[in-house]
């Protein structure tokens, strides 16, 4: 079967397909909606840069009444911050089994692993990859991760994956033109 064009690059339609069922998106912190990096000051201050195409594209999936998630291993309350401003629905911190916090959320959803995408970037991504429907990495991701996923974005991580992700998912749902744009120009 022939790939479609997208603003993204040529895309498999059955990707396509399999994201046109996603219910739930996931993602990880560090290194996938961030660059990776984590500044300290020299008391208790931590910081990490966010990019605001990401937000875009997690806010999108919002509005369309697609469930939004953070498992992520660590815990820092500026990641509850900036969900909040996101409207990510549910922030799962300090979560050393990543497939066990996604089994519960999805039970809680009443949703199927295959209507779950997970975005992730390292080795502790792994067990939530183990179950999910679909499997992305950022570009910059290792390369066991980048092995073992279905796709793997043109963006790196903390640079716009998570956003070219929402906007493969709204193509699939026909929310969003392949070439960027949204169906009912909106923008």
């Given at each position: 079967?022939?790939?479609?064009?997208?603003?993204?690059?040529?895309?498999?339609?059955?990707?396509?397909?399999?994201?046109?069922?996603?219910?739930?998106?996931v993602?990880?912190?560090?290194?996938?909606?961030?660059d990776?990096?984590?500044?300290?000051?020299?008391?208790?201050?931590?910081?990490?840069?966010?990019n605001v195409?990401?937000?875009?594209?997690?806010?999108?999936?919002?509005?369309?009444?697609?469930?939004?998630?953070?498992?992520?291993?660590?815990?820092?309350?500026?990641?509850?911050?900036?969900?909040?401003?996101?409207?990510?629905?549910?922030?799962?911190?300090?979560?050393?089994?990543?497939?066990?916090?996604?089994?519960?959320?999805?039970?809680?959803?009443?949703?199927?692993?295959?209507?779950?995408v997970?975005?992730?970037?390292?080795?502790?991504?792994?067990?939530?990859?183990?179950?999910?429907?679909?499997?992305?990495?950022?570009?910059?991701?290792?390369?066991f991760?980048?092995?073992?996923?279905?796709y793997?974005?043109?963006?790196?991580?903390?640079?716009g994956?998570?956003?070219?992700?929402?906007?493969?998912?709204?193509?699939?749902?026909?929310?969003?033109?392949?070439?960027?744009?949204?169906?009912?120009?909106?923008?």
């Amino acid at each position: 079967m022939e790939k479609i064009n997208t603003c993204y690059g040529k895309i498999d339609p059955n990707m396509l397909s399999r994201l046109s069922i996603v219910k739930l998106l996931v993602f990880d912190v560090d290194g996938t909606i961030t660059d990776g990096g984590i500044y300290y000051d020299n008391e208790s201050i931590e910081l990490k840069k966010f990019n605001v195409k990401d937000g875009f594209g997690i806010v999108a999936l919002f509005m369309e009444g697609i469930h939004t998630a953070v498992i992520t291993g660590r815990q820092a309350p500026l990641v509850q911050r900036r969900m909040k401003d996101l409207k990510v629905e549910y922030v799962m911190q300090g979560q050393s089994d990543k497939k066990e916090a996604l089994t519960e959320l999805c039970k809680s959803l009443n949703i199927g692993f295959d209507e779950v995408v997970a975005i992730g970037d390292d080795l502790n991504d792994m067990p939530m990859f183990r179950v999910a429907g679909v499997v992305v990495c950022p570009n910059d991701a290792h390369p066991f991760i980048k092995s073992k996923s279905d796709y793997i974005t043109t963006l790196k991580g903390g640079c716009g994956a998570v956003r070219e992700l929402c906007d493969l998912i709204l193509m699939s749902k026909g929310i969003m033109n392949f070439d960027g744009g949204y169906a009912d120009e909106r923008y």
